[in-house]
């Protein structure tokens, strides 16, 4: 029987344990040793970028821009004179980093054209009371520290960074987060777009200031995580002192199983996506420390494993994509055999994925090969001609169950590509390779970068150490809000329901509640169903959402009880305010038609409605008759009785 | 304990470190009021403070622990880290050209030591080979540190040896010279060897960096490219200074020594052509000339050492009443010549003109330069100019001031007499004056003009 991709597909993603999330229970995540721990990204909120005097937080379109400036980013010899894994990854991709700039949103500082300027004291007052709430051992004096990145994405190869404290926690309701560390970091350049040997980046997020919060790898399964860093999230927010909106909080997950290594997920924008990103990365190891079983039960020896190639030169028909995609002087075609890796290519690595993906997703990074970039032996959807197959096996000499990668490339590109696919395939025999991958929305990843070595830290000889005092500290210690886990008890106290939390907490509107609360007299528990539900639904309505100033709210129910309305009123009325913030509400009220009406003479509308509901009718259902009355009476009742108890009146 | 243990400790942390008994490269466990940090203790810069102990946390972080918080600490481990830059046998090609690299003490090539933040230069020819593995395609390498200074302890005595050590190099048949420079007065370097090393035969070529190479997005790599480039293959043989022309990673500049200048604190292409075009651009492959006369490269070794320096020569930056006594000052303190960096056309007070007949009795040689670089000095527009040169104020055209103060002080060197004196310094050796100025020479772009900006947004800067 001959080979089939599919059945193996099948056969493998059955050998993965790999179940839907849905399905999936905290025996499951134990059973495969899930591991994960966060490190999460916030911007502050401050006028100035943190090393320079540029404007923090204004955004350029791609095609906006003053200048052009070229870099090459260049390996630099770690202490033991060799090269990091990565660096050196970044330097055989021979890529050609364009910067744009706009003089409105970046100086000579951005393209490391100035040395840095004394960092910013507003973004390290921010900082360091974040650092207070999450607990952690403030350090004594502030290190700037360089860390190096070699994919240009900092024009000068190393972002500036520095620890404010080690050693904190960070309550949930259900569990405490170990905390590692709290640093602050510039903003790194955002990319435009990355095709063949050239990148291109704009520098206008580049060098604002952000803390990164790292956890202990605590969490044990894909929802926890994402709990964890909604907590770190309503911590940060909780001083009212970060931005929000649109990348101004990300993440990088990190996962592993049992067995496998430290993977990390870089840039995850929303914390929702997190489950199904953890939960794939953990079953997409798993997967693949089954393939390597599967592989040394072939009895092959991974050092002398080699791989084999030729170029082929007829009957290119086949191969019209790959050609099409390939860039350079002097396309080649070229195939390579695997030897005994029949089986791997359609393996299952993640929903959709097969370790195809793995070699693929290597070839456009590191050998610059834009996708479609490779056919294999084991194509699922359109599988090779078998004509074609053998004919490129002969000329390959390959044996049975080797397996056939085909890739079109030019030049020095060829060589890269080929000492990726081979490397990858020796990774596959030993495990794991730790990475940082890239998310996408529908839950799975792509290979980004090799995993930075720990020797990349180097200390930054521009700029001196800052000491901080006690006395500083003190001064910010007292001026902090009270903890998160704290503001949950008090509204689980106040029977606020549980569904509205993230909303009060994503939207830092618990100490405008308090206030509302305290001025108005407002029942805690409406005020919170409120805010989570009819605010969080009008302003999902609204297009000027992130505009509307929610103080407005504080003037609303003021002026409803100063009035003597029912506070009730506010669930009409918020629909017009959050479209017409600066309207006056005795004028919503007036474009709503809504009139005062007496309690009495509501009341008194009662006998006659019910009398109206039952004419002609033998029997009287009690509860409809009420709540056709209530219906009758809603409109006008609104604001002007509380409709509790004009229910109870019926 | 002896002192190497507490590495750039002093005063209150280092009785912490000895009270505790925990060395520099120790791993330690800090007890603080702030809580708990562990690491290992770091060496501590010279001028920074005595309140602070720095530790290298286990994520690869520097933090410091201020003393007076520490309850106690203790020692758990000792780990001294041992750097050096590793060496590969810098490979013979043959037919590539002999190549010589002087080393004067700028770091080049270098590493940054990462726990202490010193930089540890590369420089023998191994060495460069293991940090920039492309040179070995450009030339065959071979190294010499003639001195090690800082670009600014660089002065005559230092101008004096490398002139003598380039006049060794031709003597003994080598291609080309690449001389490693700190910037800062790269230019003045450029100057003084122009005026000791006349009719050479072959490029010598002056190279430094604005960022060393312990970061990844250096420039000296590319600089060193383009330095063994213009020594070994270009057809200039004259004192260039060769760096970036864009702050791009594209091409550089080959200056002339005698024309060129540093004209910003930071920037990468900071140094500049003044009055006149570069000589050629270079790249990693070829050399692109873009002026079309200069001294051909030639298989004699015919080159003429002139080290002479005479240090009784100051420069007068005018600035409006400016007092005759600072003149005074410097005729009285024995100062044989004076470059007066004058505004506009060439002009100082009317205040000053007694001093400056005081002086030009004295037999102090005078010469008049510009604040403003481009352009030439002009005495004869106004009464003022004609009035200095008759009290002994010479114009020396459009030569840079940092020239004229370097050829004046070459000079004297040689000769105090009036007569000898001024027509040396007139006489042009390499365009340190020249006779016109191209109509493109000016090419700063300052921005304002739709037409200048246009054409910045289209090429790399
Ligand atoms: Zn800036």
Redesign the interface.
């Known amino acids: 029987m001959s080979f089939n991709p599919r059945y193996n597909y099948g056969k493998s993603l059955k050998e993965s344990g790999w179940i839907p999330r849905r399905k999936a229970k905290q025996q499951d995540y134990n059973r495969i040793g899930f591991m994960s721990g966060l490190e999460v990204h916030q911007q502050l909120l401050t006028k100035e970028k943190m090393f320079c005097h540029c404007p923090a937080g204004i955004f350029n379109h791609h095609d906006d821009f003053d200048a052009e400036i070229i870099r090459h980013m260049r390996p630099t010899l770690s202490e033991l004179g060799e090269y990091d894994g990565t660096a050196l990854m970044e330097f055989r991709t021979r890529k050609e980093i364009v910067y744009r700039i706009k003089n409105e949103t970046a100086c000579t500082y951005e393209v490391d054209d100035t040395p840095p300027f004394p960092l910013n004291s507003e973004a390290l007052g921010i900082a360091i009371e974040i650092s207070l709430l999450s607990k952690l051992n403030i350090v004594g004096e502030v290190h700037i520290t360089r860390k190096q990145y070699l994919d240009g994405s900092i024009p000068t190869g190393f972002q500036r960074t520095a620890i404010i404290g080690v050693e904190g926690e960070l309550a949930m309701p259900k569990k405490k987060i170990r905390l590692i560390q709290l640093s602050i970091e510039e903003d790194s350049c955002r990319e435009i777009s990355d095709i063949g040997h050239r990148r291109i980046y704009k520098t206008d997020r580049l060098g604002m200031p952000l803390i990164e919060t790292v956890t202990y790898p605590d969490f044990v399964n894909p929802d926890e995580v994402m709990e964890g860093c909604d907590y770190i999230r309503f911590l940060n927010r909780s001083t009212g002192k970060v931005r929000t909106g649109m990348g101004a909080g990300r993440q990088d997950v990190n996962v592993s199983c049992r067995g496998g290594s430290r993977v990390e997920i870089k840039g995850v924008a929303h914390t929702k996506w997190i489950p199904e990103l953890t939960h794939n990365e953990v079953f997409r190891q798993w997967s693949l420390l089954r393939m390597r079983d599967f592989l040394l039960e072939k009895g092959i020896d991974k050092n002398n494993w080699k791989t084999s190639n030729c170029e082929i030169t007829e009957n290119l028909d086949f191969s019209k994509e790959l050609l099409k995609t390939a860039s350079g002087k002097g396309i080649k075609l070229i195939a390579v055999n695997l030897p005994a890796f029949e089986g791997c290519l359609s393996w299952f690595t993640q929903p959709g994925k097969t370790f195809k993906n793995e070699i693929s997703d290597r070839l456009k990074v590191i050998a610059c090969l834009e996708k479609p970039n490779c056919i294999t032996s084991e194509e699922i959807d359109n599988p090779l001609d078998d004509s074609i197959l053998s004919n490129v096996r002969e000329q390959l000499s390959a044996k049975e169950g080797d397996a056939l990668i085909i890739f079109a490339a030019a030049g020095e590109d060829i060589k890269t590509a080929l000492e990726t696919i081979e490397e990858r395939c020796i990774m596959a025999l030993e495990g794991i390779p730790e990475e940082t991958r890239k998310s996408l929305s529908d839950g799975t990843t792509i290979f980004e970068r090799v995993l930075p070595g720990a020797d990349r830290m180097y200390p930054d000889t521009d700029t001196a150490p800052i000491p901080l005092e006690d006395e500083y500290i003190k001064k910010l210690e007292s001026q902090l809000p009270e903890d998160i886990i704290d503001r949950y008890n008090k509204l689980k106290d106040w029977g606020v329901p549980e569904d509205v939390y993230t909303y009060i907490f994503s939207r830092n509107l618990f100490p405008l509640m308090e206030e509302i609360i305290g001025k108005t007299g407002v029942k805690p528990s409406y005020i919170g169903a409120f805010l989570g539900h009819e605010l969080k639904f009008a302003e999902g309505q609204s297009k000027n959402e992130g505009e509307f100033n929610y103080r407005i709210l504080l003037r609303l129910f003021e002026f409803l009880k100063e009035q003597d309305y029912d506070f009730a009123l506010a669930e009409v009325m918020i629909k017009d305010l959050m479209k017409h913030p600066k309207m006056e509400f005795e004028s919503i009220l007036a474009s709503l038609r809504h009139k005062r009406v007496g309690r009495d003479e509501i009341l008194a509308r009662i006998p006659f409605l019910k009398q109206k509901f039952a004419e002609g009718k033998k029997e009287i259902d009690e509860l409809k008759q009420r709540n056709w009355v209530m219906g009758q009476l809603k409109a006008s009742a609104i604001g002007n009785i509380d409709l509790q108890e004009l229910s109870k009146e019926i | 304990m002896d002192k190497d243990i507490f590495q750039g400790y002093k005063g209150d942390a280092l009785e912490v470190l000895k009270k505790y008994q925990v060395r520099v490269w120790g791993t330690t466990r800090v007890e ?6 562990e690491g290992t203790v770091l060496p501590r810069a010279e001028n ?2 005595d ?2 102990i ?1 530790i290298k ?1 286990i ?9 007076r ?1 520490i309850t106690s600490m203790k020692e758990t481990g000792y780990k001294k ?1 041992n ?4 060496e590969k046998q810098f490979p013979v090609t043959p037919g590539l050209p002999k190549v010589k690299l002087f080393g004067t003490g700028g770091t080049i090539a270098s ?7 010193a ?1 540890i230069p590369a420089f023998s020819p191994g060495e460069l080979y ?2 920039v593995p492309e040179l070995a395609d450009i030339c065959n390498l071979d190294t010499e540190k003639v001195f090690a200074v800082f670009s600014e302890n660089m002065g005559p005595k230092q101008y004096i040896a490398l002139a003598k050590a380039i006049g060794k190099e031709i003597e003994k048949g080598i291609d080309g010279i690449v001389i490693g420079h700190g910037t800062d007065t790269l230019h003045h370097t450029g100057a003084a060897l122009t005026f000791m090393c006349q009719n050479l035969p072959v490029p010598v070529v002056l190279v430094g960096s604005q ?1 060393s ?6 420039d000296a ?2 600089n060193l490219m383009h330095a063994m480039r213009a020594a070994g293959h270009s057809d200039i043989a004259e004192v260039q200074v060769c760096m970036f022309g ?5 091409y550089g500049l080959l200056h002339k020594g005698t024309r060129v200048r540093k004209m ?5 292409s900071t140094f500049r052509t003044i009055g006149d075009t570069p000589l050629a651009r270079v790249n990693r492959n070829e050399i692109l000339p873009i002026k079309k006369n200069y001294n051909k490269r030639r298989n004699d070794k015919n080159v003429k050492i002139l080290p002479y320096f005479h240090d009784k020569v100051s420069m007068l930056y005018y600035y409006p009443g400016m007092s005759p006594d600072v003149l005074d000052a410097m005729v009285e303190k024995g100062y044989k010549g004076i470059i007066f960096v004058g505004t506009g056309l060439g002009h100082v007070n009317k205040e000053l003109y007694p001093a400056i007949e005081r002086a030009h009795a004295k037999g102090v040689h005078m010469f008049m330069t510009l604040q403003t670089l481009w352009g030439y000095v002009h005495m004869f527009v106004y009464d003022t100019g004609r009035d200095m040169m008759a009290k002994g104020i010479i114009p020396a055209g459009n030569m840079l001031p940092e020239v004229a103060w370097v050829k004046l002080s070459w000079i004297l060197g040689q000769t105090e007499e009036p007569g000898d004196v001024k027509r040396m310094m007139l006489t042009p050796i390499n365009d340190e004056i020249t006779l016109r100025e191209p109509y493109n020479g000016y090419l700063v772009y300052q921005g304002g003009v739709p037409e200048v ?1 246009e054409f ?2 289209k090429v ?2």
Not at chain 2, 59 to 67: A, K, P, R, V
Not at chain 2, 213 to 218: C, G
Not at chain 2, 246 to 250: A, I, N, W
């Open positions: 603080t009021t702030r809580g708990t940090f920074d403070d309140k602070h720095v946390i994520t690869g972080y520097n933090i410091g622990i201020d003393i918080n880290a750097y050096k830059i590793p590493r940054l030591d990462y726990r202490t933040g930089v293991g940090a960022r190479s312990d970061r990844p997005s250096s790599a590319l864009p702050t791009s990673d594209e910003h604190s930071s920037y990468r900006e910045i947004k790399h800067k």
